[in-house]
């Protein structure tokens, strides 16, 4: 299994631009999330989905749109990309139902200039 | 809502030296607590993970944390650390329903020095 994979791994944008970041799970798992990390303030949960068709808002959704068609994918789109959603970016997956571990991708790094 | 809260932002120590991390959380119900680390450019790796039963959990290379439920804490520790311990630690807390989200900290960064 590669488990859950992230593109692209670096990505400079100029404020107001589009982008689609990708992440895709192989290991069948009913939960994916999206977190972003900055300095000093752990991991923040932006958006998650519990199975495919189903997406709900974590604790900073602005700016970030997700869908999700299949179990394995959950891209993370930015409409018009600012300077504040300069970051590093996670997808994680994990099972739903019952205790389990979450998964994580190995991130995306964005800036945005 | 929950919450958790990392005591220390910032840890220095030399390789043999013990390491004790703090993490208290804010939660009424059940939870299962996790602590990852992150070592230099690169992802988060799950070191222990406590779901129920025994309090004191051991992970992996020679890291333990045990919950004390009374204290809303998951204190993680490990006897003698080596270099390659430097990381950013992060402990996390989901509640124990289904499709319960994951809280982290705000992480404590690690360096170990020779």
């Known amino acids: 299994n590669a488990g859950v994979t992230q593109t692209p791994k670096f990505q400079v944008l100029k404020t107001g631009q589009s982008m689609t970041l990708q992440c895709a799970q192989d290991m069948n798992h009913e939960y994916m999330s999206w977190y972003r990390q900055d300095p000093g303030m752990g991991l923040r949960l932006i958006h998650y989905s519990v199975g495919a068709g189903i997406t709900d808002q974590g604790e900073v959704p602005n700016g970030y749109n997700v869908s999700r068609s299949t179990t394995e994918d959950f891209p993370l789109r930015l409409l018009s990309a600012a300077p504040s959603q300069t970051s590093v970016y996670f997808c994680?997956?994990?099972?739903?139902?019952?205790?389990?571990?979450?998964?994580f991708g190995p991130g995306t790094r964005l800036t945005v200039t | 809502a929950q919450s958790v809260s990392q005591h220390n932002h910032h840890v220095i120590l030399s390789e043999a030296a013990s390491l004790e991390l703090g993490c208290n959380y804010s939660?009424?119900?059940?939870?299962?607590l996790f602590w990852y680390v992150q070592y230099p450019g690169q992802h988060l790796q799950l070191l222990l993970k406590y779901f129920s039963g025994d309090p004191l959990v051991k992970g992996i290379k020679g890291f333990e944390a045990e919950f004390i439920k009374s204290k809303f804490s998951f204190n993680l520790r490990k006897p003698s650390v080596q270099w390659s311990d430097t990381a950013e630690y992060f402990c996390?807390?989901?509640?124990?329903?289904?499709?319960?989200?994951?809280?982290f900290g705000a992480g404590t960064q690690v360096v170990v020095t020779p």
């Open positions: 994680a997956s994990r099972r739903g139902g019952g205790p389990s571990e979450q998964y």
């Open positions: 996390a807390v989901k509640s124990t329903d289904s499709w319960g989200k994951l809280q």
């Open positions: 939660y009424g119900g059940t939870v299962n």
